[in-house]
């Protein structure tokens, strides 16, 4: 019965381990979560985080969960490439009697990404969507970007 026990026990140490790559979970009591992680690097993979929300005018649960996952697969290939390559950032402000009156902020990023792999996708409770996406180092070097690990 020892024997099993600790036979259970090394399984789950290992199931825990095999699923503690990549970026935890973000979504908490149906919310995001106030402090998160949304880039990192190990041996194999870059692993990216992207959040998305859908329109008020989808009115259907169904819609806005299909659009708030696809808004977050492409923020997370936008995070990728301007981690792979930069961005450029354009920002104009306008101050009006000491207070900022108004503001605007260009990000433009022109690259692309290929071989990224959804790895998981979670809800909020008014189905915003939070995406993980990693991409094999293996296959960012031979598009001639090196990535080392950190």
Known sequence: MRVLKI?????AGLLAGC???GPKSVVKNGSLAPEF????????YLWVRGLGAA???YADATQRRIMSR???IANAQLRATEYLNGAAVNSKTRVENGVTDDQQLLVTVNAAVA???VVSAEYTKDDGCAVVV???LS???????IVKPE
């Open 139 to 145: 296959e960012i070097n031979r598009g001639g970007i």
């Open 70 to 72: 696809e808004a977050a």
């Open 55 to 57: 329109g008020e005018k």
């Open 37 to 44: 992680l949304d880039t990192s690097i190990d041996k194999e």
């Open 7 to 11: 036979a259970v026990i090394m399984l």
């Open 134 to 136: 990693r991409l094999k």
């Open 115 to 117: 071989h990224a792999e």
């Open 19 to 21: 699923g503690s790559a």
